[in-house]
Antibody, heavy 120, light 108 residues
Framework: QVQLQQWGAGLLKPSETLSLTCAVY????????WNWIRQPPGKGLEWIGG???????KYNPSLKSRVTISVDTSRNQFSLKLRSVTAADTAVYYC??????????????WGQGTLVTVSS | EIVLTQSPATLSLSPGERATLSCRAS??????LAWYQQKPGQAPRLLIY???KRATGIPARFSGSGSGTDFTLTISSLEPEDFAVYYC??????????FGGGTKVEIK
């Protein structure tokens, strides 16, 4: 059974770079798209982008200029970097896999989430 | 960008009652719509995909219907564990993949 475990710095100052990593256990990394999704406190969900094992990426146009998603297939991990953060980037960040080996598909399963707070 | 509008924002019901949640898309998304359940402090969980297909392990009391721009999630008889926030999501037109604003089902 696939499990996603994520980690990263939880407190950042404005203008810094957010960096999170998600490790995949119990499943082949190849063939799927692996995604990042965020949720500001008390608000809804926003898709940030996704990547496959070959490094092909898909990004939300609203964040594309500040986002890089990368993959490390040797470790079954993928990562998110979001540059020049502001308070508006404060959110719980989730990693999630596409349900089947096709993009786009539905998000299942999800990681546990990481709260990232941006504050001076 | 396709905007998904969920209604109502909050639904106050008692256990055993029927819940009907709505999701309306700003453009035709065919059947490319899913529903997720989120409980406090937890990640969302996929309930329904392709508008009407139950995800693995989802009880039969959850059902989805609709196509085009109007979709419904129905919980036939609310169990205590069903009180949560529900989100719809579309994958018909991207980027970006988009979610609705959510409906909170609370205990009356």
């Amino acid at each position: 059974q696939v499990q996603l475990q994520q980690w990263g710095a939880g407190l950042l100052k404005p203008s810094e770079t957010l960096s999170l990593t998600c490790a995949v256990y119990g499943e082949s990394f190849s063939g799927y798209y692996w995604n990042w999704i965020r949720q500001p406190p008390g608000k809804g969900l926003e898709w940030i982008g996704g990547i496959n094992h070959s490094g092909n990426t898909k990004y939300n146009p609203s964040l594309k200029s500040r986002v890089t998603i990368s993959v490390d297939t040797s470790r079954n991990q993928f990562s998110l970097k979001l540059r020049s953060v502001t308070a508006a980037d404060t959110a719980v960040y989730y990693c999630a896999r596409d349900r089947i080996k096709m993009f786009p598909d539905w998000f299942d399963p999800w990681g546990q989430g990481t709260l990232v707070t941006v504050s001076s | 960008e396709i905007v998904l509008t969920q209604s109502p924002a909050t639904l106050s019901l008692s256990p055993g009652e029927r819940a009907t949640l709505s999701c309306r898309a700003s453009r035709n998304v065919s059947s490319y719509l899913a529903w997720y359940q989120q409980k406090p402090g937890q990640a969302p969980r996929l309930l329904i995909y392709d508008a009407s297909k139950r995800a693995t392990g989802i009880p039969a009391r959850f059902s989805g219907s609709g196509s085009g721009t109007d979709f419904t999630l129905t919980i036939s008889s609310l169990e205590p564990e069903d009180f949560a926030v529900y989100y719809c999501q579309q994958r018909s037109n991207w980027p970006p993949l988009t979610f609705g604003g959510g409906t909170k089902v609370e205990i009356k």
